[in-house]
């Protein structure tokens, strides 16, 4: 008891991370429409306010419409993506060159691992094609088995976010009538302050991430669409690019998940020019994120990038694959807290 008394900062510091695991883990997907909808009023609540003392619109209208324009938008993408998706799946389907490009690219690949260890050619294509047909086989006796049993978990699990998109609608628009009275009642309360900081920290640090890595993201389009378009390797280097771009932006994948093994392949074809473009390139977009990522993430955030990288590694392990924003936000929320609790 006297070693508590004499570290009181120390253990509420790790009863708070304690609390923010258990949750993060348990609490937080019970009630994430309602938090999501909480933070969709907060950042709208200026502009609906400004709408409701100039031009005497209540804010539920104002939400109905700004909810009615994304649900539109948001859905003509996803008609649009999907459309584009099933054409190029037609097209690759029903063209015969494109399936004997690809083979020509594997058999040059298996001439070059020949040359390279002094092997039969005729061998390696014979092997490589026996080990294709195999994993063809077992994906007709596994994976696809498995991905018509998992239908119904799809069917399940779209209709869980349906119903969570759902709520989440209604919330705002709840929300959005009554958060004047929501934040009177609040500060009766206590902690409302303190937990009223801790939000607004974690939506600043939240938001000038968000910031940051479209910013670099944005440059990582650009150089890979220019180095792609160099290599003369692809005729779309615009949509490689763009995708490229939104890899670079995840903690897990990176450029590299695309270009490495692209160069190889290249390199195995001969194409050593449109490999040592692709090479260069590479390595422009790793040094521009090492230098920027730094001064833009690491100023915005006060943390370290290495930092956000274990939060993101360590998320994963604790809350599955949605900890990908759960690490991050879980050490945001532990940095807040402990601001609140560390004496000046």
């Known amino acids: 008891m006297e070693w508590i008394r004499e570290n009181k900062i120390l253990c509420k510091k790790i ?8 949750g993060m883990k348990y609490l937080v997907p019970l009630v994430i429409p309602f938090l999501l909808a909480g933070v969709i009023v907060c950042q709208s609540w200026p502009l609906l306010r400004w709408l409701k003392r100039r031009l005497h619109i209540r804010p539920p209208y104002v939400m109905a419409v700004l909810l009615l324009v994304t649900a539109v938008l948001l859905s003509a993408g996803c008609y649009t ?8 799946a037609v097209r690759l389907g029903s063209s015969p060159g494109i399936w004997g490009q690809m083979e020509q690219v594997l058999y040059d690949c298996c001439d070059s691992i020949s040359e390279l260890f002094h092997m039969e050619a005729s061998g390696v294509r014979v092997f490589v094609t026996d080990q294709l047909n ?8 596994n994976i696809l088995p498995g991905a018509f049993g998992g239908s119904w978990q799809f069917l399940k699990g779209a209709g869980s976010w349906t119903a969570g ?10 929300l959005s009538a009554d958060f004047e009275e929501i934040k009177e009642m609040g500060k009766k309360y206590p902690l409302y302050e303190k937990t009223k900081a801790s939000i607004q920290g974690m939506l600043h ?14 440059i990582i389009m650009a150089l890979s669409i220019l180095g792609v378009w160099i290599s003369g390797s692809t005729k779309a280097p615009i949509p490689v690019g763009i995708g490229i771009g939104f890899l670079d932006a995840l903690p897990v994948f990176g450029t590299g998940t695309v270009f490495v093994p692209w160069i190889l392949v290249l390199a195995l074809q001969k194409r ?31 943390i370290l990038p290495i ?27 532990i940095r807040e807290l402990w601001e609140q609790i560390t004496p000046e």
């Open 15 to 22: 009863g708070i991370i304690v609390g923010v695991y258990l």
């Open 81 to 88: 993506a999907f459309r584009w998706l099933g054409s190029l």
């Open 134 to 141: 195999v994993f063809r086989d077992q994906a007709r006796q």
């Open 165 to 174: 998109l759902l709520v989440t609608g209604i919330s705002v628009l709840l």
């Open 205 to 218: 640090a939240v938001g000038g991430y968000l910031k940051a890595q479209s910013i670099i993201m944005g």
């Open 272 to 302: 050593f020019a449109s490999a040592a473009v692709l090479a260069v390139t590479y390595g422009i977009c790793m040094l521009t994120r090492e230098i920027l990522e730094p001064r833009l993430i690491g100023n915005r955030l006060g």
């Open 307 to 333: 930092v956000i990288l274990m939060s993101v590694y360590v998320g994963v392990k604790l809350y599955g694959f949605g900890g990908i924003l759960l690490g991050p936000l879980s050490v945001l929320l």
